[in-house]
């Protein structure tokens, strides 16, 4: 086919819920003879404007996306560490935190027409749009080959392979060891070194998914069943006979790799773990040989990690249950490491310095909003000539940031009364903040507040302290890497 007498038209338009976010792209490819044959289809997608809502974002049209996001990075969009650390799971390493700069672009689908398969429309229509404007240097590719609509097993492996191979051939490497490929704009970058032999394999490929049913299961791994099914004290004694009838068994791995300290951390018993490290499973605690390259206790820390992302987008997150934390203490104290704050009361919100106020409110971000508490406390008198006495202000003229969190049905209450009152309130934040070790909270504010008519006046017109705590956190953000780093600038040289 004469690959010159083809016409490319692309159409990019911004998505119809989040335009600042996502640009969606179609490419059709056009034979002046033969019509329409090659179409194209992929996102652009701006992580600076996700504000911490990435994965939510990414989890609203379809599951594509989700696996995408939550496989390969974080709610701010920046790649997980253990797929560019050193590790089993990081597969070639030719993939780094340059991943964090610039735009994702994720290609959704590429189909060519039956009749011209195999005669390079697809690597030209693919070549054509990584040069175009839509993918620029910083920028990385991702694509996922997933054939669709095949049911038979052995068809499906075989268009997954075709497609994987059609990837590769255009300078796309898997990243780490998941089924996600990337392609780098930059010809020096470290995956343009990997041959097209030399690219790892996805972790699944040496366990693929079993299709032996629970009953069956039962049968071949009866104690790996048990531990799932029982996390009451009848466990010990059941372990206890497995290994009483033959003590290997308490090491043996099932189809997928998975040893029984394996399964039992993954299913968070704790009765059969505490069972389990009565003996000693120091090979099997670092062996991370399974369908999902981790040991027991990265297995649980991926737990954790997945648990608090999904409540934080659609539960909200209560922190890490106590079973969680006890068996995070047991696998430490079995590995010889040392148990940090993680594994202390503390750690049900994620502490790991020890230094968090309630282990949620770390020194440097206390830091951080006693700088903004302060900052609108000292600067917000300034405004007070700009009430007219006996009349309500408008929040919007004010040049602070602290009015704008003052919702429309408060607005008739904006006198220069409400507005000291206000102010009282980030001074009280202030002085919580410096004075005690306390975590931030309404009520702890509210004791350094004095009870005057301003105050007074401020509360009975339905004005709230977390009207402040909305105002000083969005400015900290604002401030920090996630926005323009403005803070970075003025205090990092500042030893506090």
């Known amino acids: 086919m004469d690959l010159n007498a083809l016409a490319l038209r692309t159409k990019a338009k911004n998505h119809w819920e989040h335009p600042r976010v996502i640009k969606t792209i ?65 597969g070639t390493g030719c993939w780094g935190r340059e991943m964090d700069s610039g735009e994702l672009v994720y290609i959704l689908d590429i189909t060519v027409q039956e009749p011209y398969r195999g005669k390079g429309v697809g690597t030209w229509t693919l070549l054509q749009f990584l040069e175009s404007e839509h993918v620029q240097t910083d920028d990385t590719v991702v694509c996922w080959p997933t054939p669709v609509g095949i049911r038979d097993k ?37 995956s343009r070194s990997i041959p097209l032999d030399g690219d790892t394999g996805a972790l699944d490929d040496d366990f693929p998914a079993s299709s032996t049913s629970f009953e069956q299961r039962k049968l071949r791994f009866p104690l790996h069943c048990a531990i799932i099914d029982d996390k009451t004290m009848n466990v010990a004694s059941i ?49 991370a ?21 999904f409540a934080e987008i659609f539960l909200g997150w209560k922190g890490y249950s106590q079973d969680e934390l006890t068996l995070q203490e047991l696998l430490k104290q079995a590995m010889g490491q040392t148990a940090d704050a993680n594994i202390s009361e503390n750690g049900k919100y994620g502490c790991t310095c020890n230094q968090c106020a309630g282990g949620w409110l770390s020194p440097r971000m206390r830091f951080r909003l006693d700088v903004d508490a302060v900052f609108w406390a000292d600067s917000m008198p300034m405004n007070f000539d700009s009430f007219t006495k006996g009349q309500p202000a408008d929040p919007s003229d004010m040049m602070d940031s602290p009015s704008s969190f003052i919702p429309p049905a ?40 004095e009870p005057d008519r301003n105050s007074e006046f401020f509360f ?13 956190t969005t400015c900290a953000q604002e401030q920090s890497p996630l926005g323009d780093d403005t803070f970075s600038e003025t205090f990092g040289d500042n030893e506090d």
């Open 26 to 90: 179609s490419v059709t490819v056009k034979h002046p003879q033969f019509g329409d044959i090659v179409s194209l289809e992929a996102w652009r997608i701006s992580r600076a404007h996700c504000a911490g809502s990435f994965l939510e974002i990414m989890d609203e049209d379809m599951d594509e996306m989700h696996q995408f996001s939550v496989t390969l990075f974080d709610k701010y969009g920046n790649v997980r560490p253990h797929l560019v650390n050193p590790g089993h799971r990081s």
């Open 154 to 190: 052995s068809l499906f492996n075989t268009a997954r392979n075709a497609q994987i191979a059609f990837f590769r051939k255009n300078d796309f490497r898997r990243i780490g060891r998941t089924g996600f490929f990337g392609y780098s704009p930059k010809s020096d970058h470290p």
């Open 239 to 287: 372990i206890q006979s497995f290994y009483d009838q033959d003590p290997r068994s308490i090491h043996k791995a099932d189809d997928m790799g998975f040893t029984p300290i394996f399964v039992a951390v993954s299913s968070l018993n704790v009765v059969a773990t505490r069972k389990l490290l009565e003996w000693d499973l120091r090979a099997d605690l670092e062996n």
């Open 289 to 309: 040989a399974n369908a999902e390259g981790t040991t027991p206790l990265e297995r649980l820390a991926d737990t954790m990690r997945s648990g608090r992302e």
């Open 410 to 449: 408060l607005y008739p209450s904006f006198y220069l009364s409400f507005y000291k009152g206000y102010c009282a309130v980030l001074r009280a934040i202030h002085d919580l903040l410096t004075t005690t070790d306390d975590p931030l909270s309404a009520g702890g504010v509210r004791r350094f507040i």
């Open 460 to 472: 009975q017109k339905g004005g709230r302290i977390e009207y402040a705590f909305d105002s000083i």
